[in-house]
Nanobody, 120 residues
């Protein structure tokens, strides 16, 4: 099994930055992709960014470049650097791990989430 634990969330003011971390433990050899999602109150969970073991990063087309995902394979940790935060970024941020399958991808694990609150 794989366990994910996020950290780095908190309360910040608009315009400030935060760096989230997600550490994976357990059967980490199963992981091919790690990503970040977020869920704001009353909204569906949305994809924020992902990074493959090879370091390839992907973002939604709508992402305007304020968020950057990176990873440290030696530490089995991924990071999400968030700059120029706005109140609309307030959400619980979740880390997930996925494995490539012959038919697509399967979710290996989700983290419990870390709260990010941005005040105006």
């Amino acid at each position: 099994q794989v366990q994910l634990v996020e950290s780095g969330g908190g309360l910040v003011q608009a315009g400030e930055s935060l760096r989230l971390s997600c550490a994976a433990t357990g059967s980490t050899a199963r992981i091919d992709v790690m990503g970040w999602y977020r869920q704001a109150p009353g909204k569906q969970r949305e994809w924020v960014a992902e990074i493959t073991n090879g370091g390839r990063t992907n973002y939604p087309d709508s992402r305007e470049g304020r968020f950057t995902i990176s990873g440290d394979n030696d530490k089995n940790t991924v990071y999400l650097q968030m700059n120029n935060l706005t109140p609309e970024d307030t959400a619980v941020y979740y880390c997930n791990a996925e494995a490539f399958e012959g038919w697509g991808r399967s979710v290996v694990a989700w983290g419990p989430g870390t709260q990010v609150t941005v005040s105006s």
